[in-house]
C-alpha cells in the first residue's frame, strides 16, 4: 500500500503550534527593517559554532555541530518540510510503499544522482548504506542508528528500486530516513572505520549533497564548496541546482562573547547558540534572530532511579517540589525558551500535558524528605544511615546555559538540605561519565527529533537510556513496564497505537517522578541581514541550500 501523510507523521496541523517560538525569519529583523531583493548567486559565509564536530558517521551525528555538517553535505531519500512536518520527496521519487504491517518499505530512486567522487547513488548504494545504519558493525566500533528499529536487510529490487525488510513493524521508517541520521554516503566512505569518520577526515567524507568540505583545520574550522552539478534537491523546494553560496567557513568560537561579537561587528555573518542575554544584541538595525523549535524531548533532568539516593519516589517527588522551573526560565531565559509542560515539546508528536506533576512546593518537598527519613545534619545536608543526600548533576555542554541552570537548582535545593555537585569537563570528560551512575545520578539533556520515536530515543535501554533503567554492567531493567512502552513506540504498526504507547509513557515518567522537564528548547540563531534564505531543518540544524548573500 502507499502511506498517506498521515500514516506517515501526523504532523501537518501541528504548524499553528509554532507559534509559541519568538523567531524572526530569515532576512528579518528582530530591531526592524528587512532586506529584499532578487536572490544572488556567489559569495563566502562565515557561520560560527559554539563547540566542534566529532563524528561524520551519520547514525551517530545527533550532536548538533556534527549534524550541521552532515546536513549539508548528504541528501537523504525523504525530506521533511520543517514548516509542517510532512514528508515529501528527495532522493526518492515518491513516498514509500509499505506492506499492512509496516515490515516492507519499497522506494524508488531518483536516476542521475552522483556522489562528489563521480559513483553513483543506486539501488545497491541506498541498500549498503542502510544495512550499516540498520545494523551497525561492532568491529569497525559503528553503531546503529537510533532512528532505525527492526532492521533487518535491504533489497537490490532493480537499479532504482529498494526494498528495506523489517523483522517487526517499523512504522517510524520513512521518518527516519529523513534525518541526517540517514544521510546518503559513497561505498567508499562507508568502508570506513569510526576513527575514519572523526576528526582530521572530513575532506574524506563523500556525500551527494550540494556543497563538499575542500579543507580541515583540526578543531578549529572546516571550509565547504559549492557541488556545481548538484540538482537534486526536494522538488517542492523554490530553489533548485546548484547551492546559492560558493563557499562557507564554518568555524569553532566556544566563548559566547566572540560569536555575538564577531556577527554583530560584521566580521562573520552568523552563529549559532545565541545565548539568551544575548539575543537583545540582535534587536538592531542590520541583525536579526532565528530560533527554531527542535520538536522533541524538551530540556530536562533525567533521575537515575536505580542509584540509592534516588530509589525512593518520595527523594524524586521532593526533588522536583524543590525545584522552581519558573524562577530558572525566568532568570536564564527569554520568551524563545517556553516553560515545559510535559517531556516532549507541545509541537511533538504524541504530546501530553503533565505539568501537574511539576508544580513548585517546597512545603511538600520537606515532608516528603522527612517522611523517607532524611534528616538534615549539623552542616544543614540531609543525612540517612549515615549517608549525605548529594546528588551530581552533568553538564550538557551542547545545551544553552547548562552550568547556570545547574547553578540555580543547586541553591534551590540546599535550602531543602540537598547537596548538588557539577560534574566538570569536556564533551570527552561528560561522555565517558555518561553512563556511569557512581558519576552523575542527575542527567540534563534532551533531544530533537520529530516523530514518536523521539521518546524512545531518549529513555530506551538500548538507545540513549538517560535514566539508566538499563544496569550496563549486569543486563538488569529497572522498570519493564517503561521499557516495553517505549518499544512499543516504535514497534506498532499504526499511529494510533504508536500514539497510545508514547502517551502511557510520558504518563509513567511523569507518575514515577522519573524526569523533570524544564523548557522547550530552541535553538537560537543570530545572523546579519544581508544573510537571506537561510532556514533549518525539521529540529533546528542549519541548512545552507538556500541561503544567499545580499549586498
Request: proline residues 5%; hydrophobic residues 35%.
Amino acid at each position: 500500500m502507499s502511506v498517506s501523510r498521515r500514516d506517515l507523521l501526523i504532523a501537518g496541523t501541528l504548524a499553528s503550534a509554532t507559534g509559541l517560538l519568538a523567531a524572526c525569519g530569515p532576512g528579518q529583523q528582530s530591531g526592524g527593517g528587512s532586506v529584499s531583493g532578487e536572490p544572488r548567486t556567489g559569495g563566502e559565509l562565515t557561520y560560527l559554532e559554539p563547540q566542534t564536530w566529532t563524528t561524520l558517521y551519520p547514525p551517530a551525528a545527533g550532536f548538533y555541530p556534527n549534524g550541521g555538517v552532515i546536513n549539508n553535505l548528504t541528501d537523504r531519500l525523504l525530506y521533511q518540510n520543517p514548516e509542517t512536518l510532512d514528508l515529501e520527496p528527495w532522493i526518492a521519487t515518491e513516498l514509500p510503499k509499505i506492506n499492512k504491517d509496516a515490515t516492507q518499505y519499497t522506494f524508488t530512486l531518483r536516476t542521475g544522482v552522483t556522489y562528489s567522487d563521480g559513483t553513483p547513488l543506486d539501488a545497491a548504494n541506498v541498500v549498503k548504506n542502510f544495512d550499516l545504519y540498520g545494523k551497525g558493525d561492532s568491529g569497525r566500533a559503528l553503531t546503529v542508528s537510533e532512528a532505525i528499529n527492526n532492521y533487518d536487510h535491504g533489497e537490490v529490487v532493480d537499479e532504482h528500486t529498494v526494498r528495506f525488510h523489517f523483522s517487526a513493524p517499523a512504522p517510524g521508517f520513512a521518518q527516519a530516513v529523513s534525518t541526517i541520521n540517514s544521510g546518503l554516503l559513497s561505498n567508499a566512505t562507508l568502508d570506513k572505520t569510526s576513527e575514519g569518520f572523526g576528526p582530521g577526515n572530513a575532506k574524506s567524507i563523500i556525500g551527494s549533497g550540494p556543497f563538499v568540505i575542500e579543507d580541515e583545520q583540526v578543531g578549529t574550522q572546516l571550509s565547504f564548496k559549492v557541488r556545481e552539478d548538484y540538482d537534486w534537491a526536494p522538488p517542492s523546494l523554490s530553489h533548485q541546482g546548484r547551492a546559492r553560496l560558493d563557499k562557507i567557513i564554518y568555524v569553532v568560537a566556544g566563548e559566547d562573547s566572540v560569536r555575538v561579537g564577531t556577527v554583530v561587528s560584521g566580521q562573520a555573518h552568523l552563529a549559532r547558540q545565541i545565548e539568551a542575554p544575548d539575543e537583545a544584541q540582535f534587536a538592531g538595525q542590520g541583525l536579526a534572530l532565528h530560533a527554531a523549535a527542535t520538536n522533541g524531548v524538551n530540556n530536562g533532568l533525567s533521575f537515575r532511579f536505580r542509584t540509592p539516593a534516588l530509589s525512593d519516589l518520595r527523594v524524586r517527588q521532593a526533588i522536583i517540589a524543590g525545584i522552581d522551573r519558573q524562577a530558572i526560565v525566568d532568570t536564564l531565559f527569554t520568551k524563545s525558551y517556553p516553560l515545559a509542560t510535559g517531556a516532549l515539546a507541545k509541537t511533538a508528536l504524541g504530546y501530553v500535558d503533565t505539568s501537574e506533576h511539576y508544580v513548585h512546593d517546597p512545603a511538600r518537598a520537606a515532608a516528603l524528605l522527612d517522611e523517607a527519613g532524611w534528616t538534615v545534619g549539623t552542616d544543614k545536608i540531609r543525612t540517612k544511615d549515615g549517608e549525605r543526600l548529594s546528588l551530581t548533576f552533568n553538564e550538557a555542554l551542547p545545551q544553552p546555559r547548562s552550568k547556570e541552570v545547574v547553578t540555580l537548582i543547586q541553591a534551590q535545593l540546599v535550602e531543602l538540605g540537598i547537596e548538588v555537585k557539577l560534574f566538570p569537563g569536556d564533551q570527552a570528560a561528560q561522555d565517558t561519565a555518561r553512563l556511569d551512575p557512581k558519576q552523575i545520578q542527575v542527567y540534563h539533556s534532551m533531544v530533537g527529533r520529530a516523530d514518536f520515536d523521539v521518546i524512545k530515543s531518549q529513555y530506551f535501554s538500548k538507545n540513549r537510556n538517560t535514566l539508566l533503567n538499563l544496569d550496563t554492567k549486569d543486563g538488569s531493567i529497572g522498570d519493564a513496564e517503561l521499557e516495553n512502552l517505549l518499544s512499543a513506540v516504535a514497534s506498532e504498526p499504526t499511529v494510533q497505537q504508536r500514539e497510545a504507547a508514547s502517551k502511557a509513557a510520558q504518563q509513567l515518567l511523569a507518575e514515577q517522578a522519573y524526569i523533570l522537564p524544564i523548557f522547550e528548547e530552541p535553538q537560537v540563531f543570530g545572523l546579519r541581514a544581508d544573510v537571506q534564505g537561510f532556514g533549518t531543518e525539521s529540529v533546528g540544524r542549519p541548512s545552507f541550500y538556500g541561503t544567499w548573500l545580499a549586498g
